[in-house]
């Protein structure tokens, strides 16, 4: 029976060692959060990095296993690959760049050798699991080159990719010395995602002025298939998080006489909105002579 493939670089649970052996707790984040509910219908599977480097094999059989029976399946990353790769080109050279921060990218052929070389780790580990019919779903900025390495490997096989963060422009992705392998490895899936349509019509501008491909109403032709771009804001069901405390008091209302005070009132949305204190107690409204 087809089934549903999740990558991403972490699972969402991690293995630590403690005094006791091994324990698994659940991953930070809102990408584990988000597809919690996919990876444990019938025989779908998560594929990913556990939070951890191993030696010894049989803690590696013992983790397999444990995964296993939820629905997940590791991929064992050296010390070394989480420093080059993780830490490395993942975190010290996209996450700047794609968030407008280029001042601070670092660019070092090691971090990129070994972005290329974990990418390649996490297609094989897709290989042993897939089949034909399956529904491969690639996520995040660090796995922006898997895609590729999985239609070369299963050119009739559903490939989606999803980005989690933003997308930059054009004149900020072209400074990335590697930016025609990231958007040739991406152009591997069917049905690229992203949060906000800025973030899907930078990417097309890229696709259209660096790789060069004709790109319209969404749609990117590369000469054999047509691939979508779109945008999907992702969110969280109600039951995957605590209700807010109802307010005991309606939030009293602005006399019809009274002036609103501009400063003040978002001075007072600000608060409800960064803190769950704003949420509880309300706003009171102030005016200005």
């Known amino acids: 029976m087809p089934k549903t493939i999740i990558i991403s670089n972490r699972l969402p ?9 091994l324990a698994y707790e659940s991953s930070e984040g809102g990408l584990a959060t988000g597809l919690g509910s996919i990876y444990k219908q019938g025989d779908n599977v998560w594929i990913g990095w556990p ?22 399946h590791p991929v064992y990353l050296t010390e070394g690959e989480i420093r080059d790769f993780y830490e490395g080109f993942s975190n010290e050279t996209l996450w700047p760049t794609f968030h407008y921060f280029s001042q601070y990218a670092v660019y070092e052929d090691t971090y990129w050798e070994a972005y290329q070389r974990v990418n390649q780790k996490f297609c094989e580990a897709v290989m042993e699991l897939a089949s034909a019919g399956d529904t491969i779903w690639v996520h995040d900025y660090q796995l922006l080159l898997l895609p590729a390495m999985l239609r070369e490997q299963m050119p009739e096989s559903t490939i989606g990719f999803f980005q989690h963060i933003p997308f930059p422009s054009f004149e900020v992705f072209r400074l990335l010395p590697w930016r025609e ?32 491909l004709n790109t319209s109403q969404g749609l990117i032709d590369n000469g054999f298939r047509n691939i979508m771009v779109d945008a999907f804001p992702m969110g969280l069901t109600m039951t995957s998080t605590p209700a807010w405390p109802r307010q005991k008091k309606p939030t009293p209302k602005l006399p019809n006489t009274a002036k609103p005070c501009r400063s003040s009132a978002l001075s007072c949305l600000l608060t409800a909105w960064t803190t769950p204190r704003g949420f509880r107690k309300g706003c009171k409204p102030l005016s200005c002579s």
């Open 51 to 72: 939070g951890t480097y191993f030696e010894e094999d049989s803690e590696k059989k013992q983790v397999r296993q444990d995964l296993h029976q939820q629905s997940m």
């Open 181 to 212: 392998q990231l958007l040739q490895g991406m152009l591997g899936a069917d049905l690229i995602g992203f949060h906000t349509y800025d973030d899907a019509r930078h990417f097309l501008s890229s696709v259209s002025r660096i790789v060069g």
């Open 13 to 21: 649970i991690k293995v630590q060692r403690t005094e006791e052996g």
